[in-house]
């Protein structure tokens, strides 16, 4: 709690200064830059019109209500059209199912205009409860998942973890992990899973041209990003064909989980 935090506000559009380089900087061509000009142009109009939607950003409420009420009552007044969550929605917060109602609330009132992307978290959960990943459980209870549990009956489940981790004891981290996931009080945790499945995405970009992912988008050792756009379009093309069979299926076979992990 108090970890969560909000950003809500109207785009505008700020002109960068002139940028300056050693060497000569190669100018695109007018038809690259034509069509991304036009857009931020409309935009510029919308905004100096009033007709710009309001956008609430939120990220890392990590099982803590407040902030999604203050954003929820905003849809409702009509003051919030537009919602992206970037992703860490459970975990560390005591009231993690009133956060899960929260997002479904959000989708029910935006639909389209409510968006998620993936935290790490939620890849975690997504990993132990859909794919029965041992190595994920493992590391979603040790960074504070286990309160999750605790809200659907687990107790205690941090405290047996680490002396097993702390000693490698592989077999013992197996059967613990199996025991967990065989559990059924993990069901309410393994339908809030399959629904972030459903309704996350690696990136979202915006009107303005900007890319909203959840901690950035890893760099090597040059500074260059590890994945470029071609490649996270593709990885998300085939996600949301995995999406598609999860909605008419309510599951994923065995091949198509494969394809996830």
């Known amino acids: 709690p108090g970890a969560a935090t909000a950003a ?65 009552a905003g849809v409702r007044a009509g003051h919030i059209q537009e919602v992206n969550f970037h992703g860490d929605a459970f975990d560390q917060g005591r009231q993690n199912l009133r956060v899960f109602e929260q997002l479904q609330e959000l989708k029910q009132l935006l639909g389209p205009k409510f968006v998620m992307e993936f935290g790490n978290h939620d890849v975690w959960m997504i990993q132990a409860m859909v794919l029965g990943d041992a190595n994920a459980l493992v590391d979603w209870v040790l960074t504070r998942g286990d309160v999750f549990f605790e809200e659907v009956g687990f107790r205690g489940i941090r405290a047996e973890l680490k002396p097993l981790v702390q000693r490698e004891d592989l077999p013992a981290l197996q059967r613990w992990a199996e025991r967990i996931l065989g559990d059924a009080r993990v069901e309410p945790l393994r339908e809030v899973a399959n629904w972030m499945l459903a309704n996350q995405r690696f990136f979202f970009i915006d009107e303005r041209g900007w890319m909203h992912v959840h901690a950035g988008i890893p760099l090597d050792a040059d500074g260059r990003p590890q994945m470029n756009l071609p490649q996270l379009q593709q990885a998300q093309a085939r996600l949301e064909g995995l999406q598609a069979t999860l909605q008419a299926n309510g599951r994923l076979d065995r091949q198509q989980r494969q394809e996830l992990r």
Not at 22 to 39: D, E, G, H, K
């Open 8 to 72: 809500m506000y109207q785009v505008i559009i700020v002109t960068p200064p002139a940028l300056t380089a050693a060497a000569p900087v190669a100018q695109p061509s007018m038809p690259t830059i034509a069509a991304p000009l036009a857009a931020l142009q409309a935009l510029r109009h919308a905004v100096a019109n009033n007709q710009a939607a309001q956008a609430a950003h939120v990220f890392d409420v990590h099982g803590d209500p407040a902030i999604l009420d203050q954003v929820i």
